[in-house]
């Protein structure tokens, strides 16, 4: 397959039940955009990551550095997922000139795919922990059993494990962060933010307001994806009526400074 090394390659990343997929759904309806399904291929999954872990870690000399230079090895295995996000984007939208990966997986691998793609941008998507822990709880009971936590505390932890890792990452990396809540609150202003970072077109607000309605949530919610439990509310703050006051605590004590670490960070990086 011949492939365009000039098509870009990004990341959204974040704690699942974050709104990716529905962010997913929004950027790509941009017609310079191709944001596919999940890939993870950099996680454990698929093993790319074990791959770079082995080589860089390889002090032997019996393994793939024996074989190879560092120069080669990372050009195979950046060629092997090019082929993978080209192919993909070319199946469902050949004219995209800008290809996204939503894959709240890599959260846990941005340096394996910084050494493959040193100039990559990451979008890091924020929810509240309250309402993202609501979210996965709710999700274990359907379509999510047995992949997402079955408490709301085990569901906080979740949330810490991976915007931990996020927080670490912030002022290291080229990002942008997005907000849950501002994609609820401010639909349009949040796209032409991401359109600006990822270096598409800016569009007209008429054709902004087509693709936020084709992609409401509740049109969403009328796929049938997992019976119909995928896409839930599409609301901010419901953990004013459901959390009990053992699981507020336990977020007080937990996953509030996280929070509001990455709050902060994100609102110093915006007035850079």
């Known amino acids: 397959m011949y492939m365009d090394y000039s098509i870009p390659i990004y990341f959204i ?4 039940r974050s709104g990716s997929t529905w962010l997913r759904f929004l950027l790509n309806d941009h017609p310079d955009i191709s944001c596919g399904p999940e890939f993870a291929i950099f996680s454990d999954k698929y093993g ?5 872990k082995c080589y860089r870690n390889d002090k032997s000399h019996v393994g793939f550095s024996r074989a190879m230079s560092e120069e080669k090895f990372i050009s195979l295995v950046r060629n092997f997922c090019i082929e993978m996000y080209q192919s993909s984007a070319k199946q469902f939208k ?19 795919i910084r050494y493959i793609f040193p100039n990559t941008k990451f979008i890091f998507l924020i929810r509240d922990p309250r309402d ?13 059993n047995g992949i997402f936590p079955k408490s709301v505390i085990e569901s906080i932890d979740m949330w810490i494990k991976y915007n931990e890792q996020i927080l670490k990452q912030i002022k290291e990396v080229d990002s942008l962060m997005i907000h849950y809540e501002d994609i609820i609150n401010d639909t ?24 936020i ?16 439990n995928f896409f839930r509310k599409g609301e901010s703050d419901q953990w004013q009526k459901i959390l009990s ?28």
């Open 13 to 16: 990343v974040c704690c699942p």
């Open 48 to 52: 790319i990551s074990n791959m770079i």
């Open 94 to 112: 050949p004219s995209a000139r800008i290809i996204v990966d939503k894959s709240p997986e890599h959260t846990f691998f941005l340096n394996d």
């Open 132 to 144: 993202t822990s609501i979210s996965l709880y709710e999700s274990a009971k359907s379509w999510a």
């Open 188 to 211: 349009s202003r949040v796209l032409s933010k991401c359109y600006k970072y990822l270096g598409a077109e800016t569009l007209c607000k008429e054709d902004i307001c087509n693709i």
């Open 213 to 228: 309605k084709k992609n409401s949530f509740n049109k969403l919610k009328k796929l049938n994806w997992h019976e119909g």
């Open 245 to 272: 006051d053992k699981e507020l605590t336990y977020y007080e004590q937990n996953a509030k400074k996280i929070y509001e670490k990455i709050i902060q960070k994100s609102i110093s990086k915006d007035l850079i």
